[in-house]
Structure formats: structure tokens, C-alpha cells
């Protein structure tokens, strides 16, 4: 059984902080990290992020009777509706990718979900890939 769907929005810039990222698109991130800093905080000697990640997440829980293609649905039309009207800004941004980040976690060996013509075809039309990786067995 599918118990959460997370779908996180990632804007990847040579900007050197998320503060330069925010003043551009006009609004702060759910999230991310800054160009230089340590991807193990714990870590003197970790290597540093050679990239400023700046990112919007939106999360599904488990409803009675819900499938984990309709968590996945909801999921991305929510995090769609925020990202769509930041359309231009987002693109706007100098030296930067995007994408979406899909993880579904389940309490199960399998995971069975799919996204729909209508989501890919939204998808396509705002030039945005997307990444899907399934968590089995994930408590």
C-alpha cells in the first residue's frame, strides 16, 4: 500500500544563494541549498554543491480508498498550479535546469502508479521532466 507521494519542483542555478534565486522569481523556497555550501554539513572534508537548488514540494498523504496514481495526480496538479504562474520568471533565471522530483513511498515490495495524458501533455507544455523513484518497503 502507497502512503505518500512527494513531488518537488527543483530549479538548479549558478546563482550563488537562495536568496539571489528568491529576489528573481519573487518568492522564497520550500527548500534547497546554496552553491558552495557542504552537501554533508556533518562533514569537514564533504564535497560542496556546485549549484544553488531552489525548490517547491508538494506531499499526498494516504486517503481511505485512494491509489497511488491518484495521490501521484493530485500531488503534481497541486505543485503545477503553483509553478505554472512562475512560468517566465523561472525561466528567466541565468545558467539554471528544472525539473520535478517524484517520490512514492510504499509499505510494500511493489509500486504501481501512472500519470496521465493530460498531466504529461501540462508537463511538456512548460518544458519541465520529470523523475519518479519508488521507496518499497519505506516506513
Known sequence: MTYKVSCTFRLFSNLP???DVATLIGM???GGYEKGERIS???SASKRHNSTLWTL???QEKVRGEDSS???EKALHKLLHRIEPLMSKLTAV???EMDIYVG???ESEQLNSFVSQATIKKLSE???DIYISGYANAE
Open 28 to 30: 522564497n523556497s520550500d
Open 41 to 43: 554539513k556533518n562533514n
Open 94 to 96: 541565468p545558467e539554471s
Open 126 to 128: 512548460i518544458g519541465v
Open 57 to 59: 514540494t508538494e506531499e
Open 70 to 72: 491518484e495521490m501521484l
Open 104 to 106: 512514492i513511498f510504499s
Open 17 to 19: 544563494s537562495l536568496s
